[in-house]
């Protein structure tokens, strides 16, 4: 069974398009988070979130919203995709109050 | 404001090589560290981490790693590298915001082996 699982794996779109990451955990965590890494691996944090509610959030263009439907669930919306939101987007959970981090397997998203 | 650094960007070693991965840190209190690793097209899986106490971490796959506070250094070591090992290896501290922890993280080093 798969920890922390992200659908789609791979999502290649144009340019102007909305879409949607979806991150689901089986851990029984209540903190959840989005990493973005790009085109030259470098990972960073976009978003955490605890319980439902925001926790964190790394000046992230408003182009992209998280939502957390539950403490289970933390799904990636973007709007407006522009070329450069292209990278791989790992999801990750933890306890509350861990510094310890589940990665999921990432999403590559291609903007064409 | 943290921050990693890791000075190699790519490595080669011959397998049954041994091997040493370079991070430093920077963060004003006591660091939560850790080295992750991801092969490629996977996910970040953890090798080892250092929370506290001996500073000298074991960790998976035949990993350790060392903690020197007075070189703010945190680097990874293997005995006998194998084939398998070949990955993008990344370093990372743990800093708190608000009432969760957020990673910051190196940008990598690529260990190539060779045959």
């Known amino acids: 069974d798969t920890a922390v699982s992200q659908t789609p794996k791979y999502l290649v779109t144009q340019m102007g398009n909305d879409k949607s990451i979806k991150c689901e955990q089986n851990?029984?965590?209540?903190?959840m988070y989005w990493y973005k890494q790009d085109s030259k691996k470098f990972l960073k944090i976009m978003f955490s979130y605890n319980n439902k509610e925001l926790i964190i959030n790394e000046t992230v263009p408003n182009r992209f919203s998280p939502k957390s439907p539950d403490k289970a669930h933390l799904n990636l919306h973007i709007n407006s995709l522009e070329l450069g939101d292209s990278a791989v987007y790992f999801c990750?959970?933890?306890?509350?109050?861990?510094?310890?981090?589940?990665f999921g397997q990432g999403t590559r998203l291609t903007v064409v | 404001a943290q921050s990693v650094t890791q000075p190699d960007i790519h490595i080669t070693v011959s397998e049954g090589a041994s091997l040493e991965l370079r991070c430093n840190y920077s963060?004003?209190?006591?660091?939560?560290l850790f080295w992750y690793v991801q092969s490629p097209g996977q996910g970040l899986q953890l090798l080892l981490k250092?929370?506290?106490?001996?500073?000298l971490v074991q960790g998976i796959k035949g990993f350790e790693a060392e903690f020197k506070r007075s070189q703010s250094s945190f680097n990874l070591r293997k005995p006998s590298v194998h084939w398998s090992d070949a990955a993008e290896y990344f370093c990372?501290?743990?800093?708190?915001?608000?009432?969760?922890?957020?990673?910051?993280f190196g940008k990598g080093t690529l260990l190539t082996v060779n045959p």
């Open positions: 990750a959970s933890s306890v509350s109050g861990s510094v310890w981090a589940f």
């Open positions: 250092y929370f506290s106490g001996d500073t």
């Open positions: 990372a501290v743990a800093s708190s915001g608000g009432s969760n922890y957020k990673l910051t």
């Open positions: 963060y004003g209190a006591t660091p939560y």
């Open positions: 851990l029984g965590h209540d903190t």
